[in-house]
Nanobody, 120 residues
Framework: QVQVVESGGGLVQPGGSLRLSCAASGFTFSTYVMGWYRQAPGKERELVADITSDGGATTYVDSMKGRFTVSRDNAKNTVYLQMNSLKPEDTAVYFC?????????????WGQGTQVTVSS
């Protein structure tokens, strides 16, 4: 059974930091690209960052560059998102995503999300 479970969200003041974690099981984690997305109220879900299966390359949306860092530990089947210098506009539900291919078939898994609220 596939499970993708985010944790680490919460309420933080502007300028603060949070570290999100995403623990995965039920698939070969080390062969999947892992991504973090977010969805603010009334807005579409958007990509925050992603990381290749071996952790060798990362991608960030411009507004997150320099503030957010994505990393992974394939031994622990976990991907992280370190968020620094948080702004009120970073308030959203943050989702973890896994994409992989088996026999040329794409598998796409999502977590349930974790709420991040940036407010004073």
């Amino acid at each position: 059974q596939v499970q993708v479970v985010e944790s680490g969200g919460g309420l933080v003041q502007p300028g603060g930091s949070l570290r999100l974690s995403c623990a995965a099981s039920g698939f070969t984690f080390s062969t999947y690209v892992m991504g973090w997305y977010r969805q603010a109220p009334g807005k579409e879900r958007e990509l925050v960052a992603d990381i290749t299966s071996d952790g060798g390359a990362t991608t960030y949306v411009d507004s997150m560059k320099g503030r957010f860092t994505v990393s992974r530990d394939n031994a622990k089947n976990t991907v992280y998102l370190q968020m620094n210098s948080l702004k009120p506009e970073d308030t959203a539900v943050y989702f973890c995503n896994a994409i992989g291919y088996v026999n040329n078939y794409e598998y796409d898994y999502w977590g349930q999300g974790t709420q991040v609220t940036v407010s004073s």
